[in-house]
């Protein structure tokens, strides 16, 4: 009996020809996300699995799917899959770490122009009003010349350093593990400690995984030192901030706006975590909210799912996986240290 390998959100279809070499692929062909309970009931008897940032594996999860070898996450973090549990298993985990890089950084410095430029505002303007010429409104903060701290200077903070860096922006980072001298130089970046980069930005940008240290790391407190009107883009995990405090911050006015492409509903590895977006993010007008666009280009998609098969038909072969975080067929974890914010 050939092994069952299966894709839990849709992907192309030459993805599935891919591993037909390995096992009989079951996947799903829509584009909404199978229910927990759905994905399960698949799974039971399957020897690997495709994984999305829909999913999330415990120990409850592979207790009810005994035959799993092996998890290929088509995504960057593995934050929603409990890795010791899959080593008491002995499932093997792998990501895709590269690809995702560019279009998130790409989408953050959208994030940060439409809500700093208020292009939502005068959009609605005119659908809402009708536009009769101009008018002494809606003036933002550019990011010509603006203060812009990143929390995280990984792949991804990194590479939002580079764009932004062409507006002229004066850059500070934060980071557990601080960059060398020479990577800053090059960067065109300072390094500030977490109060300073809090205080001193326009632009507040989280670019940084979520673990044990980040969760929060943006909540009451720290958003009563930003400055008066600054401007929060979160691009990276919807925990790392609380949302209900950045919602309080706004309609004080304290805090100027906030953009997020990701949200606290989406971490399914936190317990007590919100089940929707907070009401009052999705009402006030000086918020921009996208449904996880971050590496939402068809290409980019493509090679992602890609990458995570290729991991797949690797492992069967008996070849290393690329992307490998936990590799149990030598007991090699590579699994990121939950005490860095670096991404």
């Known amino acids: 009996m050939r092994r069952k390998v299966l894709i839990t959100n849709w992907v192309h279809t030459d993805v599935h020809?891919?591993?037909?070499?390995?096992?009989?692929?079951?996947?799903?062909?829509?584009?909404?996300?199978?229910?927990?309970?759905?994905?399960?009931?698949?799974?039971?008897?399957?020897?690997?699995?495709v994984a999305f940032?829909?999913?999330?594996?415990?120990?409850?999860?592979?207790?009810?799917?005994?035959q799993l070898k092996v998890i290929a996450c088509a995504l960057k973090g593995a934050d929603n899959f409990d890795l010791e549990a899959c080593k008491r298993r002995g499932v093997s985990v792998c990501?895709?770490?590269?690809?995702?890089?560019?279009?998130?950084?790409?989408?953050?410095?959208?994030?940060?122009?439409?809500?700093?430029?208020?292009?939502?505002?005068?959009?609605?303007?005119?659908?809402?009003?009708?536009?009769?010429?101009?008018?002494?409104?809606?003036?933002?903060?550019?990011?010509?010349?603006s203060?812009?701290?990143?929390?995280?200077?990984?792949?991804?903070?990194?590479?939002?350093a580079r764009r932004v860096r062409g507006f002229r922006s004066r850059i500070s980072y934060f980071d557990e593990r601080r960059l060398r001298p020479s990577e800053e130089d090059a960067l065109d970046v300072v390094y500030r400690d977490l109060r300073t980069i809090i205080g001193g930005s326009d632009y507040l940008v989280l670019a940084a995984p979520l673990t044990g240290t980040t969760y929060h790391i943006i909540g009451a407190e720290e958003i009563s030192t930003m400055k008066r009107g600054a401007l929060l883009?979160?691009?990276?995990?919807?925990?790392?901030?609380?949302?209900?405090?950045?919602?309080?911050?706004?309609?004080s006015g304290h805090l100027g706006g906030y953009a997020a492409d990701?949200?606290?509903?989406?971490?399914?590895?936190?317990?007590?975590?919100?089940?929707?977006?907070?009401?009052?993010?999705?009402?006030?007008?000086?918020?921009?909210?996208?449904?996880?666009?971050?590496?939402?280009?068809?290409?980019?998609?493509?090679?992602?799912?890609?990458?995570a098969a290729s991991d797949i038909v690797r492992f069967?072969?008996?070849?290393?996986?690329?992307?490998?975080?936990?590799?149990?067929?030598?007991?090699?974890?590579?699994?990121?240290?939950t005490g860095t914010v670096h991404a």
């Not at 037909?20 to 927990?36: C, H, K, L, T």
């Not at 790409?106 to 009769?132: A, K, Q």
């Not at 977006?277 to 909210?289: D, G, K």
């Open 95 to 145: 990501i895709v770490p590269d690809l995702l890089t560019a279009p998130t950084a790409e989408l953050t410095v959208g994030l940060m122009i439409m809500l700093g430029r208020n292009l939502l505002l005068g959009d609605r303007s005119i659908r809402t009003e009708g536009f009769s010429g101009w008018r002494p409104n809606f003036y933002g903060t550019g990011l010509d010349g």
């Open 147 to 160: 203060a812009v701290g990143i929390i995280g200077m990984g792949a991804v903070g990194q590479a939002i």
């Open 53 to 66: 940032m829909t999913d999330s594996v415990d120990e409850d999860f592979l207790a009810r799917c005994p």
């Open 17 to 49: 020809r891919m591993l037909d070499e390995v096992g009989s692929v079951e996947a799903n062909m829509e584009r909404v996300p199978w229910s927990r309970a759905e994905t399960v009931r698949r799974a039971q008897d399957a020897s690997a699995m």
């Open 233 to 251: 883009i979160n691009p990276a995990r919807g925990s790392l901030v609380d949302e209900s405090a950045v919602a309080d911050a706004i309609e």
């Open 262 to 307: 990701v949200h606290e509903c989406e971490d399914w590895a936190i317990a007590g975590r919100p089940d929707k977006i907070n009401e009052r993010l999705i009402r006030h007008p000086r918020t921009v909210l996208t449904p996880h666009l971050g590496s939402g280009v068809d290409r980019i998609r493509h090679e992602i799912a890609v990458a």
């Open 316 to 337: 069967f072969a008996g070849q290393p996986m690329q992307g490998s975080v936990l590799d149990m067929r030598s007991f090699d974890s590579r699994a990121q240290p």
